[in-house]
């Protein structure tokens, strides 16, 4: 039996999945557990809940894989510093102490969220790696044509290439800084939404404006190619250099500063957003015309975090070349830890692959899960008010009469999906053909924004009365849309209008339909329910608010003790922007004991050697004896006595490490930089070259199998 474990950390959505003999066991977001969106710091409790599943501990591991390479990383960062310098100070100061701190050392950071029991070596694939084995090894197709598009890995914004058996081959990628992934974030930010998260926002916006800046765009922002590659005109961004997205020039081109976040969005924010996802979508559909003319193949893998643009998705299944698409359900970051599981699996051991006529993804179906008396027993604890059905009838029969009344449902069941989108086992309910639904959820059960979309769950062998696809066409994982034929039945035209206007449609798992065809003839709708209930009146939403997990599952709420907060005050470099440890751990506290010993003793012995000073010496001496001896003989004082020397020498330490790095900037950086650009080099590719009839460049494919132990 061979155990591996993949994992992605330290950007966001960090998670982790297992691999056991080429099966997925288990897979889940840090976030999940945390309760901190878009967790990037090491995922300990996603580790714990995977390995738990699999009834293994860390040394029962075989391989452990992390999802990108961080020295390459490393290397563009200090690239775009020499290409940018003397500008690019703010984002020097606040990116290399992370870098200096723990990203250069990751298989320290592994051995130390592996709890050191982890004892052979890591692998680290690239980025894009990552990003194309999850899509196209758990895939239903033997052979498949694969495109990766997002950020920024190392240096790959975007790749493409093919996948065959149990092997997968990148041939060509967009570098860095043009990136489709990081143009659509330089809008999010403008329109006033965070970036890393607030896209799908700027998705969701897009139907409420009309696409009046495309042209704008295409001529003057971007050069873009038939095959779909581009270069972006950097004066207008400022990613590479600030700590914004967009520069003054952007603001000036769209009539004033970015919108402040959670003011009124304005027609112009609602133009913009129409505009940039008609681009996003032209330039997906050329990558994809391009890749179907250089493989010759019939299906399309996608992964990367702008394959979750499911209207792009869509344009590509009814317009493209392309005869089947397959999407990884958490195609951003988080899908990097299942990705380098399975390639190390296929790719590195060289196992076979077999395919299934659905996929090998297990629905997404990957998470914790709670049984019924785990739910009850929590249920009765918090002392909430709840009905039990025994008979599976009676719950559906309910369920649907509740949904058919305008309440709103909560569905727990099964095992919690992984990925973004609530695909039916931790899920939301209304009925589809309220006009009023859409809003309902947003403001009085989400508390967001009223133009959110939701998606309507149709019952596979009816889709296509409703939508414009192909009979029983399959939609399981929510990455889809398509055009609705007729307005006038099924969802309603509120909810037609939120969920993209060319309407989202999603297929629910197997069994949650079996439940919904008798559920169904209560009501005659063919749209989704079925849910261990929590009635959306107002007395069952006043008990969910104080509801948590049952204690001893997965799911807690809060940072973990002693772990995933930063460790104590380091010297030299990495004390730059210190982060203040208010949670030492037992070993914390340990370790900082021993170096208050160790600091009084070279201190009186220095002292005690200088001519003249043996008093201060002994006094010294005396001193830290004592604070020493009191640190380990009264252990509550342990925290207060470390506490008050870190925010006592917090001010030196801030000041100092500001100073270094300044010098650093200034003294060597800059002039470095200054050096290379004199000479004609530009590693960041800013110039648009209009007679280049494309620019991919052609991806190393790294035939030493040994680099994949190295972080570079």
Same mark, same amino acid.
């Given at each position: 039996m061979?155990?591996?474990?993949?994992?992605?950390?330290?950007?966001?959505?960090?998670?982790?999945?297992?691999?056991?003999?080429?099966?997925?066991?288990?897979?889940?977001?840090?976030?999940?557990?945390?309760?901190?969106?878009?967790?990037?710091e090491?995922?300990?409790?996603?580790?714990?809940?995977?390995?738990?599943e699999?009834g293994?501990? $860390?040394?029962?591991l075989?391989?452990?894989?992390?999802?990108?390479?961080?020295?390459?990383?490393?290397?563009?960062?200090?690239?775009?510093?020499?290409?940018?310098?003397?500008?690019?100070?703010?984002s020097?100061?606040k990116?290399?102490?992370?870098?200096l701190?723990?990203?250069?050392?990751?298989?320290?950071?592994? @051995?130390?969220?592996?709890?050191?029991?982890?004892?052979k070596?890591?692998?680290?694939?690239?980025?894009?790696?990552?990003?194309?084995?999850?899509?196209?090894?758990? %895939?239903p197709?033997?052979?498949?044509?694969?495109?990766?598009l997002?950020?920024?890995?190392?240096?790959?914004?975007a790749?493409?290439g093919?996948?065959?058996? #149990?092997?997968?081959?990148?041939?060509?990628?967009?570098?860095?800084? *043009?990136?489709?992934?990081l143009l659509?974030?330089?809008?999010?930010?403008?329109?006033g939404?965070r970036?890393?998260?607030?896209?799908?926002?700027?998705?969701?916006?897009?139907?409420?404006?009309?696409?009046?800046?495309?042209?704008?765009?295409?001529?003057?922002?971007?050069?873009l190619?038939?095959?779909?590659?581009f270069r972006?005109?950097?004066s207008?961004f400022?990613?590479?250099?600030?700590?914004t997205?967009?520069?003054?020039?952007?603001?000036?081109?769209?009539g004033?500063p970015?919108?402040?976040?959670?003011? $009124?969005?304005?027609?112009?924010?609602? @133009?913009?957003?129409?505009?940039?996802?008609?681009?996003?979508?032209?330039?997906?559909?050329?990558?994809?015309?391009h890749? *179907?003319r250089v493989?010759?193949?019939? #299906?399309?893998?996608?992964?990367?975090?702008?394959?979750?643009?499911?209207?792009? #998705?869509?344009?590509?299944l009814?317009?493209?070349?392309?005869?089947?698409?397959?999407i990884?359900p958490?195609?951003?970051?988080?899908?990097g830890?299942?990705g380098?599981?399975l390639?190390i699996?296929h790719?590195?051991?060289?196992?076979?692959?077999?395919?299934?006529?659905?996929?090998?993804q297990?629905? %997404?179906?990957?998470?914790?899960?709670f049984?019924?008396d785990?739910?009850?027993?929590?249920?009765e604890r918090?002392?909430?008010?709840?009905?039990?059905?025994?008979?599976?009838?009676e719950?559906c029969a309910?369920?649907?009469?509740?949904?058919?009344?305008?309440?709103?449902?909560?569905?727990?069941?099964?095992?919690m999906?992984?990925?973004?989108?609530?695909?039916?086992?931790?899920?939301?309910?209304?009925d589809a053909r %309220?006009?009023?639904m859409?809003?309902?959820?947003n403001?009085?059960?989400?508390?967001?924004e009223?133009f959110?979309?939701?998606a309507? %769950? /149709?019952?596979?062998?009816?889709?296509d009365?409703?939508?414009?696809?192909?009979? +029983?066409?399959?939609?399981?994982?929510?990455?889809?849309?398509?055009?609705?034929?007729?307005?006038?039945?099924?969802?309603?035209?509120?909810l037609?209008q939120?969920?993209?206007?060319?309407?989202?449609h999603?297929?629910?798992?197997?069994d949650?339909?079996?439940?919904?065809?008798?559920?169904?003839?209560?009501d005659?709708v063919?749209?989704?329910?079925?849910?261990?209930?929590?009635?959306?009146?107002? *007395?069952?939403?006043?008990r969910?608010?104080?509801?948590?997990?049952?204690?001893?599952?997965?799911?807690?709420?809060?940072?973990?003790?002693g772990?995933?907060?930063?460790?104590? /005050? +380091?010297a030299?470099?990495?004390?730059?922007?210190?982060?203040?440890?208010?949670?030492?751990s037992?070993?914390?506290?340990?370790?900082?004991?021993?170096?208050?010993?160790?600091?009084?003793?070279?201190?009186?012995?220095?002292?005690?050697?200088?001519?003249?000073?043996?008093?201060?010496?002994?006094i010294?001496?005396?001193?830290?004896a004592?604070?020493?001896?009191?640190?380990?003989?009264?252990?509550?004082?342990?925290?207060?006595?470390?506490?008050?020397?870190?925010?006592?020498?917090?001010?030196?330490?801030?000041?100092?490490? *500001?100073?270094?790095?300044?010098?650093?900037?200034?003294?060597?950086?800059?002039?470095?930089?200054?050096?290379?650009?004199?000479?004609? #080099?530009?590693?960041?590719?800013?110039?648009?070259?209009?007679?280049?009839a494309?620019?991919?460049?052609?991806h190393? $494919?790294?035939r @030493?199998?040994?680099?994949?132990?190295?972080?570079?």
């Amino acid at each position: 039996m061979v155990n591996i474990l993949g994992i992605s950390a330290y950007y966001h959505d960090s998670a982790a999945a297992l691999v056991v003999d080429g099966e997925i066991v288990a897979a889940a977001q840090e976030e999940r557990f945390t309760r901190r969106k878009h967790d990037p710091e090491f995922p300990a409790r996603a580790v714990e809940y995977c390995l738990r599943e699999g009834g293994l501990r $860390p040394e029962d591991l075989d391989y452990v894989g992390f999802y990108d390479k961080p020295l390459l990383k490393f290397d563009r960062l200090l690239e775009t510093y020499l290409a940018y310098g003397p500008s690019g100070f703010q984002s020097f100061l606040k990116s290399m102490p992370v870098w200096l701190r723990r990203k250069l050392y990751a298989r320290r950071e592994l @051995d130390r969220g592996l709890k050191r029991k982890f004892p052979k070596r890591y692998i680290f694939t690239e980025h894009h790696e990552s990003h194309a084995a999850s899509a196209f090894f758990p %895939s239903p197709f033997e052979e498949a044509a694969i495109l990766t598009l997002d950020g920024v890995g190392e240096w790959a914004t975007a790749s493409h290439g093919t996948g065959r058996g #149990n092997r997968i081959q990148l041939t060509h990628e967009l570098r860095f800084p *043009h990136s489709l992934g990081l143009l659509y974030s330089a809008f999010t930010y403008f329109c006033g939404f965070r970036v890393n998260s607030g896209e799908y926002k700027l998705m969701g916006l897009a139907p409420y404006g009309e696409p009046r800046y495309v042209e704008f765009i295409l001529e003057k922002m971007i050069d873009l190619k038939p095959d779909g590659s581009f270069r972006m005109d950097m004066s207008y961004f400022n990613y590479c250099q600030g700590l914004t997205m967009t520069s003054r020039r952007f603001d000036e081109a769209f009539g004033g500063p970015r919108r402040k976040p959670e003011s $009124p969005l304005t027609q112009r924010e609602m @133009d913009l957003a129409a505009s940039i996802q008609k681009v996003t979508e032209e330039i997906m559909m050329r990558c994809a015309v391009h890749l *179907h003319r250089v493989t010759g193949m019939k #299906n399309l893998c996608l992964a990367g975090g702008v394959a979750l643009n499911c209207v792009g #998705n869509g344009r590509i299944l009814r317009e493209g070349p392309f005869e089947n698409i397959w999407i990884q359900p958490a195609a951003g970051d988080a899908g990097g830890a299942l990705g380098v599981a399975l390639f190390i699996w296929h790719q590195l051991l060289d196992q076979p692959r077999s395919v299934e006529r659905l996929d090998h993804q297990r629905g %997404s179906l990957l998470g914790p899960r709670f049984s019924d008396d785990d739910i009850q027993s929590f249920l009765e604890r918090v002392g909430a008010r709840y009905r039990r059905f025994d008979k599976e009838e009676e719950l559906c029969a309910y369920v649907a009469k509740q949904i058919a009344s305008e309440k709103v449902v909560g569905w727990c069941q099964g095992r919690m999906e992984f990925g973004p989108r609530a695909l039916g086992s931790r899920s939301i309910l209304g009925d589809a053909r %309220s006009e009023s639904m859409q809003r309902t959820m947003n403001v009085k059960i989400k508390f967001r924004e009223s133009f959110r979309p939701f998606a309507p %769950s /149709v019952l596979q062998e009816r889709v296509d009365e409703f939508f414009q696809v192909r009979q +029983q066409e399959s939609s399981p994982y929510m990455l889809l849309t398509s055009p609705v034929k007729d307005r006038r039945q099924g969802p309603s035209r509120a909810l037609l209008q939120a969920s993209q206007g060319i309407r989202s449609h999603h297929r629910l798992p197997r069994d949650h339909q079996h439940q919904l065809q008798r559920a169904r003839r209560a009501d005659r709708v063919p749209s989704g329910g079925g849910v261990p209930l929590l009635p959306g009146d107002r *007395h069952g939403r006043a008990r969910a608010r104080g509801l948590r997990p049952p204690q001893g599952g997965p799911a807690r709420i809060g940072p973990p003790q002693g772990r995933g907060v930063p460790r104590p /005050v +380091q010297a030299g470099l990495t004390m730059a922007i210190l982060e203040i440890n208010k949670r030492p751990s037992r070993r914390d506290l340990v370790v900082f004991g021993v170096g208050l010993l160790a600091i009084a003793g070279i201190m009186g012995a220095g002292l005690y050697f200088r001519r003249g000073a043996h008093d201060a010496a002994r006094i010294v001496c005396i001193a830290g004896a004592a604070i020493t001896a009191l640190y380990f003989a009264i252990p509550p004082l342990r925290r207060f006595i470390y506490l008050g020397f870190v925010y006592v020498t917090f001010p030196i330490g801030f000041v100092v490490s *500001h100073v270094i790095l300044a010098a650093v900037f200034y003294l060597v950086v800059t002039p470095i930089g200054l050096l290379i650009r004199l000479f004609g #080099n530009d590693p960041m590719r800013r110039r648009f070259d209009r007679a280049a009839a494309s620019y991919w460049v052609e991806h190393d $494919p790294h035939r @030493d199998r040994a680099r994949y132990f190295r972080q570079s």
